[in-house]
């Protein structure tokens, strides 16, 4: 349901921005943290103003399967534990002497205690179970700098993320 209606909201702001004139248009960011947390979002400009919209997740060390019930399976072992977190990204920037760009994002998601377990005898039975769920809040601010080519990176920072970097791509 989550992915569904993440899916929607993206389709909605590519449709909108559909205009070719330079003072609309949209784009799409790519950014890695300092937190192992990776990111990508969409966004659409009219005039100087941009509105984002994204998903970030950290990777941090929980295997690719992750469930919320414990599995019924012999010979486990567990290999670790710790914590991760998504998010859903909402942000707004805009565009000073049509270079440096500033964006301010507010983030929300969850953030998920887990405790890995590795099957014995086959590879494909790992997966990492949660064992608590608690509401995951962040706020961020990032600059940038916008080249004619229609590529900006950029730099900031965030607190769940820390050190956030990465690249825009505008069209």
């Not at 799409?28 to 009219?46: E, K, M, P, Q």
């Not at 670790?80 to 049509?98: A, K, P």
Request: hydrophobic share 35%.
């Amino acid at each position: 349901m989550k992915k569904t209606i993440v899916f929607v909201i993206l389709l909605t702001v590519i449709t909108y921005c559909k205009g070719q004139d330079k003072d609309f248009g949209r784009g799409l960011s790519f950014s890695y943290s300092t937190n192992n947390a990776w990111g990508v979002d969409i966004f659409a400009r009219a005039g100087n103003n941009r509105f984002h919209l994204g998903y970030g997740h950290q990777f941090n060390g929980q295997e690719i399967k992750v469930v919320k019930k414990q599995k019924e399976t012999n010979e486990l072992t567990e290999i670790g534990n710790g914590e991760y977190f998504w998010v859903i990204d909402l942000g707004y920037s805009r565009i000073f002497m049509d270079r440096i760009t500033v964006h301010s994002e507010f983030s929300i998601g969850g953030e998920n205690e887990f405790t890995s377990f590795k099957a014995d005898r086959t590879y494909y039975k790992d997966y990492s179970l949660v064992t608590d769920s608690k509401l995951a809040l962040g706020i961020g601010l990032k600059v940038g700098y916008l080249m004619n080519s229609g590529i900006e990176p950029f730099i900031g920072i965030h607190t769940l993320k820390k050190l956030d970097f990465g690249v825009r791509l505008s069209w």
